[in-house]
């Protein structure tokens, strides 16, 4: 998979495939290809040569706007700033995709609750971000990520506003409740100890795949203080497998030089 901006290359050449309930961290110096990456496997950037995959649906040659309804029906979305609208209390922070959407208005603020109370953030549905401190900001919007039931989320930077011990909470939180519902989660991160916490790693420079990209560890940890409730009982987190058989998620085409990680 390619991608210009005018003659700089922004990706030269990179095939990768993410499986439900994988998690992968996206590595590398700043300005060579992490975020225009993740941008163009959301759908936000086009690519100038490959091909993007979601399920069976080829992403790369949806229009705009189909574009668009893919990337709030199917994907979610963690900022490191976390994007939360100042005005608004927590439910309705999360609501807000779900009722952009179609979804009524009290249907999206009950689904909305329950997925902050799967967050641990229950009592901190009325409270406004600027009630809030950074790490439970940054919850609401995991849980604003999850609401809607994505095949994938993507995380740019999320714990990069954070001190270390909250941002190993969220990153716990964030790889650990996702995959559980069979997310694939794409989190692009200069964080070693984030990267730790995924499947693999994948390390881009000068926008290729580059030779140290490799397996981190065999299953995300549980969160160590929020979990995921189901029944009652705390789930059993997925442990997914490293190959790319079966991926949710898929970029490749050829470029100037190819990189692939399996």
């Known amino acids: 998979m390619v991608k210009y901006y005018g003659s700089v290359v922004g990706l030269a050449g990179v095939d990768v495939a993410v499986r439900s309930g994988e998690a992968l961290a996206v590595m590398g110096p700043s300005g060579n290809g ?16 490959g091909e993007v995959w979601l399920g069976g649906e080829r992403v790369d040659q949806l229009n705009d706007a189909a574009r668009t309804v893919l990337r709030r029906r199917r994907l979610g ?32 603020i ?7 109370a799967q967050v641990g953030l229950a009592a901190e549905a009325g409270r406004r971000p600027g009630e809030l401190s950074g790490g439970q900001a940054q919850r609401v919007a995991i849980a604003r990520a999850l609401v809607g039931e994505p095949q994938v989320v993507f995380a740019d930077e999320p714990t990069g506003a954070l001190d270390a011990a909250t941002g190993s909470q969220v990153i716990d939180l964030l790889v650990g409740a996702a995959t559980y519902r069979g997310a694939a989660v794409v989190v692009v991160t200069h ?3 984030v990267a730790a916490r995924c499947h693999r790693a994948l390390h881009i420079v000068d926008g290729r795949v580059s030779p140290t990209t490799s397996p981190t560890t065999s299953a995300p940890p549980a969160p160590a203080r929020t979990t995921l409730q189901t029944g009652g009982q705390p789930p059993n987190w997925r442990v997914a497998p490293s190959d790319s058989e079966g991926a949710t998620l898929q970029a490749r085409g050829q470029g100037p030089e190819t990189g692939a990680v399996r």
């Not at 992490?34 to 040569?49: M, S």
């Not at 009950?110 to 997925?115: D, E």
């Open 110 to 116: 009950g689904r909305a609750r329950t997925t902050l």
């Open 34 to 49: 992490k975020t225009t990456l993740l941008h163009v496997l959301a759908g936000i950037l086009t690519p100038d040569q």
């Open 191 to 193: 964080d070693n100890a």
């Open 77 to 108: 979305f963690v900022f490191q700033d976390n994007q939360l609208l100042a005005e608004l209390p927590a439910d309705e922070n999360v609501a807000l995709p779900l009722m952009v959407d179609g979804m009524g208005r009290r249907e999206a």
